[in-house]
């Protein structure tokens, strides 16, 4: 199984909900990463896994909250969400190379969440 | 710090043509340099990679890049375009921020293949 998989692929959602995004992989890789995606514009970084442990946080506002319960699992909590956090949502992963690592392995890339704020 | 600067937002070629997509990148470090594909509406899919094992790569789909030292460049190419080649093409680098290694992705090239 070389895939990583995101539920669901698309959420709309108020202001004031509270949702959650999910990946998943079997591919045993010990890295983790979620990116946000404005349309016509490359990935951006938000948080790095590595070996379960958040390894990387870019400064990402606290209404996005990560959460890796076990070495396939991702999951991306979100609150109070503004219109801008409008976007595509992605998650990736990699053998090795959030950490410390000199590995620089890359990364495999899942479908996406297209999540729209109203 | 590493990065990767993608020439060409948008890029239309003639079916059959010749594809050729431009990437300068910036290190200090010999790089780590990767080629990703995104179609409509999903994620992105790698292309390729260089990891200083040979400076020609080839891919997926036909695509190569061929890494060059002298011009900082890794520009992707392919013989012949498809129709089933328009789609979004980032060219990124591996590079170490703060201790730990991140992708960095160039702005990328949106490629149209007209009939």
């Known amino acids: 199984d070389t895939e990583v998989t995101q539920t669901p692929k698309h959420l709309v959602m108020g202001m004031t909900n509270k949702k959650s995004l999910k990946c998943e992989q079997h591919?045993?890789?010990?890295?983790m990463y979620w990116y946000k995606q404005k349309a016509k514009k490359p990935p951006e970084l938000m948080f790095v896994?590595?070996?379960?442990?958040?390894?990387i946080n870019e400064s990402v506002p606290s209404r996005f909250s990560p959460e890796c319960p076990n070495s396939s699992l991702l999951n991306l909590h979100l609150h109070a969400l503004q219109p801008e956090d409008s976007a595509l949502y992605l998650c990736?992963?990699?053998?090795?190379?959030?950490?410390?690592?000199?590995?620089?392995?890359?990364?495999?890339f899942g479908p996406g969440t297209r999540l729209t704020v109203l | 710090a590493q990065s990767v600067t993608q020439l060409g937002s948008h890029v239309s070629v003639s079916e059959g043509a010749l594809v050729l997509l431009r990437c300068n990148y910036s290190?200090?470090?010999?790089?780590?340099l990767f080629w990703y594909v995104q179609y409509p509406n999903q994620g992105l899919q790698l292309l390729l990679k260089?990891?200083?094992?040979?400076?020609l790569v080839k891919g997926i789909n036909g695509f190569e890049a061929e890494f060059k030292k002298s011009e900082t460049s890794f520009h992707l190419t392919k013989p012949s375009a498809h129709m089933s080649d328009a789609a979004e093409y980032f060219c990124?680098?591996?590079?170490?921020?703060?201790?730990?290694?991140?992708?960095?992705f160039g702005a990328g090239t949106r490629l149209a293949v007209h009939p």
């Open positions: 990736a992963s990699s053998q090795e190379g959030g950490g410390r690592t000199d590995r620089h392995n890359e990364q495999f």
């Open positions: 591919m045993g890789h010990r890295a």
């Open positions: 896994y590595s070996y379960e442990k958040l390894s």
């Open positions: 290190s200090s470090v010999p790089p780590y």
């Open positions: 260089y990891t200083s094992a040979a400076t």
């Open positions: 990124a680098v591996s590079g170490r921020s703060g201790g730990y290694n991140k992708l960095i």
